[in-house]
C-alpha cells in the first residue's frame, strides 16, 4: 500500500461517517428513531472496520514488519 491510498482510505472512513450522520439526520425527518439507527448502522461499522484497518497498518509501520510505501 502506497502513502496516498492511505491517506484516501483515511479520507474515506472519515467521508463514511459523515454520511452516517447525514443519513441518520435525515431519514429521523420521516422515521422513527430506531429505524434511522438501523439505516446509519451497516455506514458506521463500515467505517470502524476501514478505521481499525488502517489502524493495523500503521503500526505495522511504525513497528517495521510491515511499511506504507
Known amino acids: 500500500m502506497d502513502r496516498s ?30 429505524i434511522s439507527l438501523a439505516l446509519a448502522a451497516p455506514v458506521v461499522l463500515l467505517a470502524f472496520g476501514l478505521m481499525c484497518y488502517l489502524f493495523v497498518w500503521g503500526v505495522l509501520d511504525i513497528t517495521g514488519i510491515r511499511s506504507i510505501d
Do not use: N
Not at 7 to 19: D, E, K, P
Open 5 to 34: 491510498r492511505f491517506v484516501t482510505l483515511a479520507l474515506a472512513s472519515f467521508g463514511l461517517i459523515f454520511l452516517s450522520f447525514i443519513i441518520r439526520g435525515t431519514t429521523r425527518i420521516f422515521l422513527p428513531y430506531s
